[in-house]
């Protein structure tokens, strides 16, 4: 059984830096693409960025250039670096493990989530 959990989120100004850290547990070849989504009040979660084992990565537009996906297969963790941080990234942001090699931007795609964990960003 894969289990994910979110630390790293919090308080920060416009234009601050947060790097969120997914501690993972379970085998890594059962979850070879890992993924972050968010989710705003009164919004649908959405894709933020994904990393596969190839360490092929996806972005959403809206983060493309501002946020860095990556991972340590050793340490079985996903991390995703956030700088240039505006208000409308304020959300609770969401590890996701898939089965899928290709990174899907879908839910619907990911088989395990993680409780999540919120970042705010003030104005």
């Known amino acids: 059984q894969v289990q994910l959990v979110e630390s790293g989120g919090g308080l920060v100004q416009t234009g601050g830096s947060v790097r969120l850290s997914c501690a ?11 993924a972050w989504f968010r989710q705003a009040p009164g919004k649908e979660r959405e894709f933020v960025a994904g990393i596969n084992l190839l360490q092929r990565t996806a972005y959403a537009g809206s983060v493309k250039g501002r946020f860095g996906v990556s991972r340590d297969n050793a340490k079985d963790s996903l991390y995703l670096q956030m700088n240039s941080l505006k208000p409308e990234d304020t959300a609770v942001y969401y590890c996701a ?13 990911y088989d395990y989530w993680g409780q999540g964990t919120q970042v705010t960003v003030s104005s």
């Open 24 to 34: 993972a547990s379970g085998g890594t070849f059962s979850r070879p693409t890992m």
């Open 97 to 109: 493990a898939s089965t899928s090699i290709g990174v899907l931007t879908t839910p619907t795609g």
